[in-house]
């Protein structure tokens, strides 16, 4: 998440967010404004739900977690506000399912940066790829299990056809 330079005027959005470890992250460390998650498991969403109830008052009041399909109207919705960084857990995310995502993405104006677990196909349009990735430390991949992280691909949107004095491909 650092990677995405989250600030206190970001909303973040998790799509497939698990058990919420993310969204919580963004919300108590980076304190975003708005941190949503969004999971279509019912066994993983209980237990976001449960550890937002264990957080503090100040990252509940900021923090929702939606169980719901990420390629379904909820991820649309929590992509229609505000939302400027987006985390796709999307490894287990199919062809088709993705280029849904994708295609919510590219028309939410105010993203500004997508990390993902994986390559999205056919990239984003309007979005750069950074040129290389990066590693994020993931709950099967932290120091103590040996691994020094999962690669994690950034997208950075393109403004005005520039991006950090790059021209979009």
Known sequence: ????????????????????????????????????????????HELAVAALAASEADVRSRTSFLLGDVGAPEAAL?????????????????????????RLLEVAPTVRCVA???VIDGGLEGFVEDDAPIP????????????????????????DGWWLGRRAS
């Not at 919300?27 to 999971?39: F, H, I, P, Q």
């Not at 929590?78 to 994708?102: G, H, P, T, Y």
């Not at 709950?139 to 949107?157: D, E, F, M, Q």
């Open 136 to 159: 994020c430390q993931m709950s099967w991949t932290k120091p103590s299990a040996g691994g020094p992280g999962h690669p994690c691909v950034i997208y950075r949107r393109v403004t």
């Open 116 to 118: 993902a677990l994986r």
């Open 78 to 102: 929590a992509l229609s506000e505000d939302s400027s960084v987006v985390w796709l857990s999307n490894l287990l995310f199919d062809a088709q399912l993705m280029q849904r995502i994708a």
């Open 1 to 44: 998440m650092a990677s995405c330079e989250l600030g206190s005027s970001d909303s973040f959005v998790d799509l497939g967010s698990g058990r919420g470890e993310c969204v919580l992250q963004a919300a108590s460390e980076y304190r975003v404004c708005r941190a949503t998650g969004v999971e279509l498991a019912p066994s993983r």
